[in-house]
């Protein structure tokens, strides 16, 4: 079973940083393909923020410039974790953020979720 374990959240002022962090743990690296960072503000949608797939990433407009994502792998390919840089933070980013992976091979068809870090960004 897939687990991811997310970290780093919590309260910022506007204009600040942050670091989110994701480990993925329980299958071999090759079973798992795109990973991703969504985000869910009280009283809207789900929305994908940053997403990495074999090495290229793609962002979502309101971010792109101030956050990145990166992955990094255990050399034994049994763990690895993404991470998400946040950058000079505003007000709208406000959320909580939810690491994700999409299964390949042995784990096809297959999502994971976290159980999601909150992100508040105020005054």
């Known amino acids: 079973q897939v687990q991811l374990v997310e970290s780093g959240g919590g309260l910022v002022q506007p204009g600040g940083s942050l670091r989110l962090s994701c480990a993925v743990s329980?299958?071999?690296?090759?079973?798992?393909?795109?990973m991703a960072w969504h985000r869910q503000a009280p009283g809207k949608e789900r929305e994908l923020v940053a997403q990495?797939?074999?090495?290229?990433?793609?962002?979502?407009?309101s971010v792109l410039g101030r956050f990145t994502i990166s992955r990094d792998i255990a050399t034994d390919g049994a763990k690895s974790s993404v991470s998400l840089q946040m950058r000079n933070l505003k007000p709208e980013d406000t959320a909580l953020y939810y690491c994700?992976?999409?299964?390949?091979?042995?784990?096809?068809?297959?999502?994971?979720w976290g159980q999601g870090t909150q992100v508040t960004v105020s005054t």
């Open positions: 990495i797939t074999d090495g290229f990433t793609r962002y979502a407009d």
């Open positions: 994700y992976v999409m299964g390949i091979n042995y784990l096809r068809g297959r999502e994971f």
């Open positions: 329980g299958s071999m690296l090759k079973n798992l393909g795109t």
